[in-house]
Structures are given as structure tokens and as C-alpha cells.
């Protein structure tokens, strides 16, 4: 079982920014995120393999969000500049052992969320 712990939600004035953490219990190999706005389906943001050599970034988020990771710590971050409305939505961090299944979003172990609220 990995246990996984997110912190850095928030509330912020759209063009603002915010900074996800999420540290997991045990080394993994493939580490991202994905959201899920009110009354929508969970939807993949970003995933990064364990060297930080391959990175997928979902179309609506890419050139705003950035992913980094610390192994030394486990740790992944999502780094959120020009946030807009629309990225309003429960953030989930989420590990797996192949970066493949973790872009089918076949998910291995999720963490519990942290709300990102972006007002206009």
C-alpha cells in the first residue's frame, strides 16, 4: 500500500498562481495528476516518468502547469501559473508503476485530493 499526501490547494484570483506537493510513502515510478471539477469525470493533468525524462502534459494545461519531482523525498509538484476558472477542481496526485497505464488511466494509488478554486 502507498500512502500518499497532497498539500498546496487553495483559493486564487484567475492569472494567479499555485503550487501542488504530493509525497509518497515509497519510491514509485510513474507520479502525476489529475482533476475533477463538480459534476465531471476525473481527467488526467500531467504525468512524469521516475528519471523526469518523459513528461505528458494535457493540452489545457500546457505552457501554465509544470511538473518537477524530488526522489530523494518521493515527492512530485505540480507548479500552476495563469490558473483560469476553469482549472477550478479537486486536484489528485496519482502513482503507477508504468508511465503507459498511468496515461490509460489504469492508476495504482491515489491520494486524497486538495481543492484549487480559481475566481474571475
Known amino acids: 500500500q502507498v500512502h500518499q499526501v497532497e498539500s498546496g490547494g487553495g483559493l486564487v484570483q484567475a492569472g494567479g498562481s499555485l503550487r501542488l506537493s504530493c509525497a509518497a510513502s515509497?519510491?514509485?515510478?510513474?507520479m502525476g495528476w489529475f482533476r475533477q471539477a463538480p459534476g465531471k469525470e476525473r481527467d488526467f493533468v500531467v504525468a512524469i516518468d521516475y528519471e523526469g525524462e518523459k513528461i505528458y502534459y494535457a493540452d489545457s494545461v500546457k505552457g501554465r502547469f509544470t511538473i518537477s519531482r524530488n526522489n530523494a523525498y518521493n515527492a512530485v509538484y505540480l507548479q500552476m501559473d495563469a490558473l483560469k476558472p476553469e482549472d477550478t477542481a479537486d486536484y489528485y496526485c496519482a502513482t503507477s508503476g508504468l508511465l503507459d497505464r498511468m496515461l490509460e488511466g489504469d492508476i495504482a494509488y491515489w491520494g486524497q485530493g486538495t481543492q484549487v478554486a480559481v475566481y474571475s
Open positions: 515509497i519510491p514509485v515510478y510513474a
